[in-house]
């Protein structure tokens, strides 16, 4: 296993439990405390935005594994291409959605709608990510999933 593969493995994790928290702040009830949610919100999406960056660093950074990738497979160049443009479009839209939560006002239907739109993008994102391992190195991209069984 290269050792930007490696790094990127290690680093998974850190993403999804950042999903998982913004996805649990998101379903508390605000009640009459419509400011304290947004700013929980806020706060779980500040930490969300730490592992997306943590991400893109690892994968994105000379060397990193998205250079790997198309060292390993060339024809992948354009989905690797793509993955750093969803890189930027997601760090975008979660800028959108923070600073719509800082106003005087918070729309809890909205904010919901949009946090669950970003966070669809995210696994969608991980997704093809996965894809892109799989693709590069014909391995599982992650070490719980266990290789697809072999024809004889």
Do not use: F
């Not at 593969?5 to 009640?31: F, Q, V, Y």
């Amino acid at each position: 296993m290269s050792e930007a593969l490696a790094k990127a493995r290690e680093n998974r994790s850190s993403l999804r439990e950042a999903i998982d928290n913004a996805e649990a702040t998101l379903a508390a009830s605000p009640g009459d405390h419509v400011h304290t949610w947004a700013a929980d919100v806020d706060e779980s999406l500040a930490t969300l935005g730490r592992a997306l960056e943590q991400h893109i660093v690892v994968t994105e950074a000379p060397g990193g594994l998205l250079e790997d990738m198309v060292a390993a497979n060339p024809s992948l160049r354009e989905r690797v291409s793509q993955t750093r443009h969803e890189h930027e479009q997601l760090r975008a839209q979660l800028g959108r959605i923070r600073a719509s939560l800082t106003g005087r006002s918070t729309d809890v239907v909205a904010a919901r709608r949009h946090v669950a739109e970003l966070l669809t993008e995210l696994i969608h994102h991980r997704q093809r990510g996965a894809d892109l391992v799989s693709d590069a190195y014909g391995i599982p991209s992650d070490p719980e999933i266990p290789p697809p069984p072999r024809s004889h």
